[in-house]
């Protein structure tokens, strides 16, 4: 009976739960994973960098699939629908957060360019994805090159981001950790998204509780074998690390939204649905809070040894809810969060009747 008071009833259940709640687990991971950086201090790192570095394969490739899964429906429109629906939406929170990022934290982390570097900075985040809000970047792109290629057969789409994942993955044209790369090798995950999709969303209402727990078991597994045989420590961009990469990340993206439905049925984890219908907001604003902890943690001259492996976890905690309370207290300001008004294609001119 106790377990039954904590599960959720199908009228209690909002439908879809489940995403938003994959969309709260991708962005902890990804904002835990920024606290580990060492841009003003390394004390906080401790051991964190190693166990974070565990979740490559199951990060990004979650976060950009549940980006990905509302997609199919505006990538059926025209596309001049798309570019004011999406793409200028993006582009904007693009250009404005990365200016914001030039101008506050590129000072504060990495240090005063001058006048001369700052207008390098700028210029260049058109042609180079901007480090703190990369991902807007990638999923602009996204949207501009998964419109062209929707109406090809699914197994083409899928060779496509295939082939684009291998070949930044392997570092050929750029290091596999650029964020030109990052934006090249997790298209296809966004790929399957818009494509299955809209029939996992059909499918998951059919699904039981145990039927959740075979993709995590199956992705730990893969883990486990893959770092057993070597191919996970292998050189990156040789081709068992990139099979090993390729096979553990779609893995990963089963098993997280696997765990999210899982999670979904508890109301215990009310606060995880809420966090995922925010992480637009919570990305675009964690850096800034992670800024002020690490200046924080760098002004104490001796940081106690048993304190330090908590630090990456309070840092995590402070940036995502510093990020939830300042979008509480500029959301009236919307132009931050969303395209603005003005900002649209202008409307076509149509043609006068002739009489």
Known sequence: M????????????PRERWIDVAKGIAIILVVFLHSTFD???SVHEWQWVDYSALLETFRMPLFFFTAGLFASKVLSKSFRELVNLRVLRFGWLYVLW?????FILTPILVGWPGVAGTAGYLASMFVIPNPATWFIFAITVYFLAAWPIRRLPLPVQVIIGVALTLFFQSGLLTP??????????????????????????????????WHTLVAPIVYVAGVVLFRW???????????SQMAAWLVLSVLAVAA???VAL???RWAAFDWLFWLGSRTLQVYL?????????????????????AVVPFLAPLLTAFAIGGSLIVHRLTERASFLYGKPAWLRLPARRVAAQQL
């Open 2 to 13: 106790g377990i039954e008071l904590g599960l959720r009833t199908p009228a209690q259940k």
């Open 39 to 41: 841009y003003r201090t």
């Open 98 to 102: 990365s200016t914001l990022a030039v």
């Open 176 to 209: 596999a950790d650029s964020e030109w790369a990052k934006v090249g090798k997790y298209f296809l995950f966004f790929l399957l998204a818009v494509e299955f999709g809209p029939r996992l969303r059909r499918w998951v209402p059919s699904l039981r509780w």
């Open 229 to 239: 045989i070597g191919w996970l420590n292998a050189p990156v961009g040789s081709p």
């Open 256 to 258: 997280g939204c696997s």
């Open 262 to 264: 899982l999670v979904a």
């Open 285 to 305: 604003l964690h850096w800034y809070f992670l800024t002020i902890g690490w200046l924080a943690i760098a002004a104490v001259p001796v940081m106690p040894s």
